[in-house]
């Protein structure tokens, strides 16, 4: 599917002039972030578009944070977005957000969660804990 603002496949366009959107823009740090920080500028969002919902997970660096409030980008194309936790190692400049199935190294807590104590029977359930693997 294409990002940016588009029309229909048709190539009509709504009766007020304006189009759809679809996707984010190109988002990507526009200022260094030091470790620690519970908050991320940004830069490359589609003009006075929500840029992340409250709760949207953010991939950086190979980690996983979330929004914590929705966000709207600036006239410029500008975000500074809360996120938790604290990033876990500075970020540069020009660190790209993946915003599409951002994903984390994980492993288990601990070597028993993969144990399977259920009886054989109709209904049963499974679980098991995880952490984030960090290095």
Same mark, same amino acid.
Not at 43 to 46: A, K, L, R
């Given at each position: 599917m294409p990002s940016g603002p588009f029309s229909f496949d048709d190539a009509t366009i709504f009766t007020d002039g304006t189009g759809m959107v679809v996707g984010s823009g190109n988002p990507a740090f526009a200022a260094g972030a030091p470790r620690g920080a519970l908050s991320i500028a940004t830069?490359?969002?589609?003009p006075n578009a929500v840029a992340v919902g409250a709760g949207d997970y953010l991939?950086? %660096?190979g980690r996983l944070y979330m929004a914590t409030e929705r966000v709207v %980008?600036?006239?410029t194309g500008t975000a500074t977005i809360p996120i938790a936790p604290p990033l876990r190692a500075a970020a540069p400049i020009?660190?790209?957000l993946v915003l599409s199935n951002p994903t984390v190294p994980m492993r288990l807590v601990s070597d028993d969660e993969s144990a399977n104590p259920t009886r054989p029977g109709r209904f049963t359930a499974i679980t098991a804990r995880f952490e984030e693997a960090l290095p």
């Open positions: 830069q490359g969002w589609y991939g950086i %660096a %980008a600036s006239g020009g660190e790209p």
